[in-house]
C-alpha cells in the first residue's frame, strides 16, 4: 500500500534559519507529491506540488524536488519567518496505485519560529 | 469562486450521543467530498470520500457512518459517540475526475470533544 513518512516533531528554528523537513514515500503506482500547510486554528491548504519526477514544486520560498531514485520530497526553505509557524504535510496521490481519488498524507510536522 | 464550509466549528457531546456534523460546497459541480479525522499525534486519517450522489467510500471500520444527499452535501454522523471520537474533522473537496493534480480544497474543521 501507499505511506508517508516525514521527520517527527515539533521543530523549532530562529527567524532567518533555513529549514529542512523530510518526506519519504511508498507507493505502488505512479505518485504525484504534495506539500500542504495547516495554520493555526485552520483547515490544510495546499503549499506546493510535483507530478513527476525531477519535478520542484515551489511557492512562498519554499522548495521541494520529486527525487524518485530515493522516493523522497523534502520541503526546504532558505530564511523562515515567525509567519511561517504551522503544521506542514506531505502527501502523495497514486495514479493507477489504486487511489485514484484521494491523498495520503504524513503525520505532520509542528514548526515554530521565534523571533 | 468556490467555498466550503462546515459546521459546527466546536462541539462538546456526551459519550453515547449522536453526532452530525455537515459539510456544504458552493460554486462547483459534482465535487469529489471528504471527511478527515486529525488526532493528535495521529496526523490526518481519511474516513470517508464520495464521487457522487449516494456514492460512499468507508476508509476506516468504526462507528460513523457518512451520507451524501445532495450534489454538495456531505455529512458525517454517529448515532453514538466514543471516547476515541474526540479530534479535530475536516470536510474537503476536488474537481471532479481521479485526483491526478491532488489539490484538496479543506474547510476551516469541527472540533468535536466526547466527554
Known amino acids: 500500500g501507499n505511506s508517508v513518512t516525514q521527520m517527527e516533531g515539533p521543530v523549532t528554528l530562529s527567524e532567518e534559519a533555513f529549514l529542512t523537513i523530510n518526506c519519504t514515500y511508498t507507493?505502488?503506482?505512479?505518485?504525484?507529491l504534495f506539500w500542504y500547510v495547516q495554520y493555526p486554528g485552520e483547515g490544510l491548504q495546499l503549499l506546493l506540488k510535483a507530478t513527476k519526477a525531477d519535478d520542484k514544486g515551489s511557492n512562498k520560498g519554499f522548495e521541494a524536488t520529486y527525487r524518485k531514485e530515493t522516493t523522497s520530497f523534502h520541503l526546504e526553505k532558505g530564511s523562515v519567518q515567525v509567519s511561517d509557524s504551522a503544521v506542514y504535510f506531505c502527501?502523495?496521490?497514486?495514479?493507477?496505485?489504486?487511489?485514484?481519488?484521494?491523498?495520503?498524507f504524513g503525520k505532520g510536522t509542528l514548526l515554530t519560529v521565534n523571533p | 469562486s468556490q467555498t466550503i464550509h462546515q459546521w459546527p466549528a466546536t462541539l462538546v457531546q456526551p459519550v453515547g450521543s449522536p453526532l452530525s456534523l455537515e459539510c456544504t460546497v458552493e460554486?462547483?459541480?459534482?465535487?469529489?467530498l471528504y471527511w478527515y479525522r486529525q488526532a493528535a499525534g495521529r496526523g490526518l486519517q481519511l474516513l470517508f470520500y464520495?464521487?457522487?450522489?449516494?456514492?460512499i467510500s468507508s476508509e476506516v471500520p468504526q462507528n460513523l457512518s457518512a451520507s451524501r444527499p445532495q450534489d454538495r452535501q456531505f455529512i458525517l454522523s454517529s448515532k453514538k459517540l466514543l471516547l476515541s471520537d474526540s479530534g479535530f474533522y475536516l470536510c474537503?473537496?476536488?474537481?471532479?475526475?481521479?485526483?491526478?493534480?491532488?489539490?484538496?480544497?479543506f474547510g476551516e474543521g469541527s472540533r468535536l470533544t466526547v466527554l
Open positions: 474537503a473537496w476536488s474537481g471532479p475526475g481521479i485526483l491526478e493534480l491532488g489539490e484538496l480544497f
Open positions: 507507493a505502488t503506482g505512479y505518485p504525484s
Open positions: 464520495s464521487v457522487g450522489i449516494g456514492q
Open positions: 502527501a502523495l496521490s497514486d495514479q493507477g496505485g489504486g487511489s485514484n481519488y484521494k491523498l495520503t
Open positions: 460554486g462547483t459541480s459534482n465535487p469529489n
